[in-house]
RNA sequence: UGCCCAAUAGUAUAAUGGUAGUACAACUGAUUUUGGUUCAGUUAGUCUUGGUUCGAAUCCAGGUUGGGCAACCA
């Protein structure tokens, strides 16, 4: 990536001066990061930010970042996951220094376990889930303490020992740090280190018959990859006391735990739960649908990585609540898709246009129209002009309002790389519906060497009926109709828009539109962007439509209604 | 009636005791062979009450509002 090597005007946020205070002191000479998803989903846009967030760290200043799987609970974790969360990274364009397992760990977590049982300070527990939970008290009351946990050592390494193995039932015991149950955190009210779960897991198989909890385990982790800066989400903020007692306790690295509030964007949902409800209740077609937030979705939707990693740069960090517009991704992806995204022509909902003064003995112009008009260095393609071309339903009115300046009887527009043609006439069926256009063109209106004279208001995109290719289009709207679905009443899938995918199996295109490959992004003129779905096939071409292009014309006619 | 975190235009984010700025959105206008792009402009903000100070978005205290915390989840 060509960085423009502007002065540094832009300020930092505060996990940058954190870490640029403790470079100037001394305290490192350079930092290491991790991103470390639970294996149990596929990443959404809100990983993107953390993953822009951990990686962009050490791109900037001296350090890395590991990718370290958070495999704690077999339960819900599988290999699956793994795989779609490394692609999603590498997609995105960064890179990791080590791929790590917390399960890579256990071995040594264990050894924790036993040291602070040697230290008195956990104990096992025999207590049921019901009654730790009752014996934990609330916000406003103190917990009691557990019966078993005045038990000496010696009884607490044994019985550790035989949990491990798997001597006693699942869920029989746990266990538990030694702290204080009447501590207003209620995280540091004897918590749960160990439990006991004969599950399989992807990586360690039947080795372990006891897990670690998250807090045993990912502090354990950070230090064991002396992680200089832990950066998670704010509902840890509560574990940080606990991070760090494990930390002290145990004697072993000191990393540091930094929590920024997680990105919620409107119009749709980032929770791995409802996600996966919306892929499990077919309300989208899979984890990878365009509608989705997640990485795969947006990938297939057509968003670009470069897309992506501006608006996590531009939305920025902070510890408040926040609900970003999804305006700024849109406007995001239009900018980047502006500059790369070939430009073809394309009719969704054809009229047919005849140009009655026009060669009518098969005559086929080719006329010549550019790649890209923003890239000054743009390439060309041919497109077919002939007797009968197809143009947009919506482009043509025969009682048009005020200020529309497209096709209407009497009324001049420009096709798009070829003439300036006008109305003459609009032949209907019996019914009334309009079935087809006639015009005239000008033949010295020709683009590129126009001596008419004549100026029209409107451009209008079309295809020539003969040469045209019928392809599918896949138009995608937001998932759902309120800004805010969870806050709603009621079930949050009640709020899902309808409308959210409109197929149209048959449009015309432009020949050229053959050639595009899986790794281009088009621009279907006056209509949006465009890109090649997986689910093209030998006869079809599909198409998805990443977003539209802004409509100023589409919003002029709201405000008339 | 606990503990913790936060509060700046509609949204997001700067200003780190000294001119409240930027981007998106919205709205005007110019340019345009895409009603796209580009360009120019407009609207719009420090939760509240006190205090410290020559000076407070910033520091202090009280209040208000929002969020998190009582899974053998992460």
New binding site residues.
Partial sequence: MAEINTPEEK????LE?IIEEDLKSGKYTSIATRFPP?PNGFLHIGHASSICLNFGLTKKYPGYTNLRF?D??P??EKTDYVESIKADIQWLGFEWKNELYASDYFDQMYQFAVTLIQKGLAYVDD???EE??AM?G???EPGKDSPYRTRSIEENLDLFTRMKNGEFP?????LRAKIDMTH????MRDP?LY???REHHHRTGDKWCI?P??DM??GQSDSIEQITHSICT??????RELYDWLIDKLGIYPSHQYEF?RRNINYTVTSKRKLLQLVEDKFVTGWDDPRMPTISGLRRAGYTPESIREFCD????????????V??LE?CV??HL?KIAL?RMVVFDPLKVVITNYPADGTVEMVRSED???DPNTTYREIPFTRELYIEREDFMENPPK????LAPGQMV?L??AYIIQCDEVIKDSNGNITEIRCSYLPE????G?SSGIHVK??L?WVSVAQAISVELRLYDRLFRVEDPTSEEGDFKDYINPNSLQVISTAFAEPALKNIRFSDRC?F??KGYFCLDKDTSEDKMVFNRTVT?????A??QK?GR
């Fill in positions: 300020s930092l946020n505060f001066e639970e958070d704690t609970n339960e819900t207590s049921t889930s730790i939970r934990k609330t916000h406003t699942d869920g029989s015991r746990t207003t955190n209620m995280l749960i439990r006991i779960k897990y909890m998250y385990a990912h704010l509902e840890f903020v509560p574990h509030a531009r939305i920025g960090i902070a510890k408040r609540e926040n609900m970003i517009d305006s700024l406007f239009r900018e502006n430009r890209n008009p923003e200020k529309f300046f497209r420009r798009k790389s209106s020709k683009s590129g126009d409107g451009t995109h621009q003129l006056r292009l802004k409509d100023t014309w919003k002029e405000k």
